[in-house]
């Protein structure tokens, strides 16, 4: 305030030679507001001169106006944000009263107006990869937890609620950005069941079936693709293990709804998530085929590309000798090829898969024996 003051009296001063003699004090005093510039809204730049203020007799007394959209009126060089396009007069006084005064306009230029919506909010981490359209203008840039380039990969994610936002710059260098809120939901990398045989009771041997690990989630069991409920033996469908019975006398079954071929499978729902891949295959005895989507024979499984477009390569050790199948399911556990299924001794195997001919999506990799049942997930593109 006192600089401003001081400052206000020199202007004065200044004023009252100029209307007595006529004669401008002191004509060495030079004012350099700066050159006229544009700047993006919401930006900001540094205006005065370099220097700002040369001639009369140091120091100077500085005041720019208006003081909106400064970060200093009194100073020779201030940082400039206005809103608006602006222009700022500068008047500089120096210590012998001295005057004189620069304009500089800062023009604004508006941002681009830029929208971007995604088709869905929700995905889930083994959903595949999402190509992503829809930002405009065109050209723009996305960017998110998941993204690289214009694909989204949900599982490249931590999940939760995130976003991915689509950034544009325009040919004058101002950018604008839209943001659309993604939500990922986790499923275990693979659902497995576990079948338990437990005490017999009476003529009836009960089978519990867990699905592991638990979710969340809203369970469906089926048996060979068909939804059973409790008078179909499969009691509480609707939780993460079911009880299925077997009247029996003896070891010998006499009513079962197993015949030699069938799969008991679960499908899990969260939060708009969606998992079919735990299969567990059971025979007429009420056995099932192995623990909780484990084939301890089985390590080092590797499957390369993944997605793929043309063929699929799977890399495995075998542990020990063992009769190893390897079918590929779609996403509805229906196979459409059985790769192998023979008595293969320890090594390390691999195995090429022709997906050419498949149609794009999601499917299952299942390795069955006697010991047990796993699935991997592969992306055909």
Not at 10 to 18: E, G, Y
Not at 312 to 321: E, K, Q, R, V, W
Not at 360 to 372: D, H, Q, R
Request: proline residues 6%; hydrophobic residues 40%; glycine residues 10%.
């Amino acid at each position: 305030m006192e600089k401003n003051i001081h400052l206000i009296a020199a202007i004065a001063f200044f004023l009252f030679q100029t209307i007595v003699s006529g004669v401008y004090a002191s004509p060495e005093l030079t004012v350099n507001a700066g050159i006229d510039t544009a700047i993006c809204l919401h930006d900001s730049t540094i205006i005065g001169g370099s220097p700002t203020a040369t001639g009369g007799v140091g120091p100077y007394m500085y005041l720019w106006q208006p003081a909106s959209g400064l970060n200093s009126d009194t100073i020779p060089n201030p940082l400039a944000f206005p809103d608006t396009t602006t222009t700022y007069l500068l008047i500089v006084a120096d210590s012998l009263g001295a005057i004189d005064s620069s304009y500089i306009t800062i023009t604004i230029n508006n941002l681009p107006i830029v929208t971007f919506n995604l088709p869905q909010d929700t995905f889930c981490n083994h959903g595949g990869i999402i190509t992503l359209s829809g930002g405009s203008p065109a050209a723009g840039v996305y960017s998110g937890n998941g993204v690289t380039g214009n694909q989204f990969n949900p599982a490249n994610t931590s999940g939760g609620t995130s976003a991915i936002t689509y950034t544009y710059t325009d040919s004058i260098g101002c950018t604008g950005m839209a943001t659309a809120p993604v939500v990922v939901s986790f499923f275990p990398d693979s659902l497995s069941l576990l079948l338990v045989q437990l005490p017999p009771t009476g003529f009836v041997t009960y089978n519990m079936i867990y699905a592991y690990p638990a979710t969340a989630g809203t369970y469906v069991w089926q048996l060979d693709g068909y939804s059973y409920y409790p008078y179909y033996n499969f009691i509480s469908p609707d939780a993460d293990s079911i009880e299925v019975s077997c009247e029996v006398i003896g070891e010998i079954v006499i009513d079962t709804i197993f015949t030699s071929n069938n799969s008991i499978r679960v499908i899990v729902s969260l939060a708009g998530c969606v998992d079919t891949s735990a299969w567990l295959p059971v025979d007429e005895n009420c056995w099932g085929y192995g623990g909780i989507n484990e084939i301890s024979a089985l390590s080092n499984i590797t499957i390369y590309p993944n997605p793929a477009s043309e063929g699929l390569n799977i890399n495995y050790t075998l542990n020990s000798t063992i009769n190893l199948g390897i079918n590929v399911l779609d996403i509805q556990g229906r196979k459409l090829k059985a790769i192998a299924y023979d008595k293969s001794s320890t090594g390390n195997y691999t195995q090429h898969i022709d997906v050419s001919q498949l149609e794009a999506g999601i499917y299952i990799l299942n390795f069955v024996s006697k010991e047990g049942s796993l699935n991997r997930r592969f992306v055909k593109e």
